[in-house]
């Protein structure tokens, strides 16, 4: 019995413990953008369908494999100084569909939103067919069509191929 709640209460503490650590990472920015709730280990595929290189000289933090409430371990990019369209949020549905994209102003959240499947994917993912015309030296941007959401099925714009999010994840 003792050791029972002795057992709970441990567990309580650690919630909050990394309740408070969430809010920490999430709120510490004045201008800009948070995403939350990326799938954990994610944030780097991210970063790369944003075409955030960090060459532009803002703040880019990147927190991975933070502890999570909601989904025992997340990932959480803050981008300063940058608010991301909803087109461009849209961007990372299939690397990261639960993501919440906030944005922030004077340290508030002035905006929450959840992330969409697109009608395509611009110059994000390659084609995995090696034989593919947007793989040729041509100077093809590829195209993938998303046909349906759930489950994610996309279609490549130039060879018809049907692809899934781990084939084109894979192939990021
Ligand atoms: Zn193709």
């Given at each position: 019995m003792l050791a029972g709640s002795a057992k709970a209460y441990s567990a309580i503490l650690f919630d909050h413990m990394s309740m408070s650590q969430e809010e920490l990472l999430v709120r510490r920015i004045k201008e800009g953008t948070?995403?939350?709730?990326?799938e954990a280990g994610r944030a780097l595929r991210v970063l790369t369908a944003l075409g955030i290189k960090g060459e532009d000289g803002n703040i880019v933090t990147v927190a991975m494999n933070v502890l999570s409430s909601k989904m025992g371990k997340k990932d959480i990019v803050k981008i300063a100084d940058r608010?991301?369209?909803?087109?461009?949020?849209?961007?990372?549905?299939?690397?990261?569909?639960?993501?919440?994209?906030?944005?922030?102003?004077?340290?508030?959240?002035?905006?929450?939103?959840?992330v969409h499947l697109p009608k395509t994917f611009v110059n994000i993912f390659r084609c995995p067919n090696p034989t593919c015309?947007?793989?040729?030296?041509e100077p093809i941007v590829p195209e993938l069509q998303v046909l349906r959401a759930d489950p994610p099925t996309l279609k490549c714009k130039y060879?018809?191929?049907?692809?899934?999010?781990?084939?084109?994840l894979s192939n990021q």
């Amino acid at each position: 019995m003792l050791a029972g709640s002795a057992k709970a209460y441990s567990a309580i503490l650690f919630d909050h413990m990394s309740m408070s650590q969430e809010e920490l990472l999430v709120r510490r920015i004045k201008e800009g953008t948070v995403l939350d709730h990326v799938e954990a280990g994610r944030a780097l595929r991210v970063l790369t369908a944003l075409g955030i290189k960090g060459e532009d000289g803002n703040i880019v933090t990147v927190a991975m494999n933070v502890l999570s409430s909601k989904m025992g371990k997340k990932d959480i990019v803050k981008i300063a100084d940058r608010f991301l369209s909803q087109e461009e949020s849209d961007r990372i549905a299939l690397i990261a569909p639960r993501a919440t994209v906030n944005l922030i102003r004077d340290y508030r959240v002035v905006e929450k939103r959840v992330v969409h499947l697109p009608k395509t994917f611009v110059n994000i993912f390659r084609c995995p067919n090696p034989t593919c015309i947007s793989n040729s030296p041509e100077p093809i941007v590829p195209e993938l069509q998303v046909l349906r959401a759930d489950p994610p099925t996309l279609k490549c714009k130039y060879c018809a191929r049907l692809l899934y999010p781990v084939d084109v994840l894979s192939n990021q």
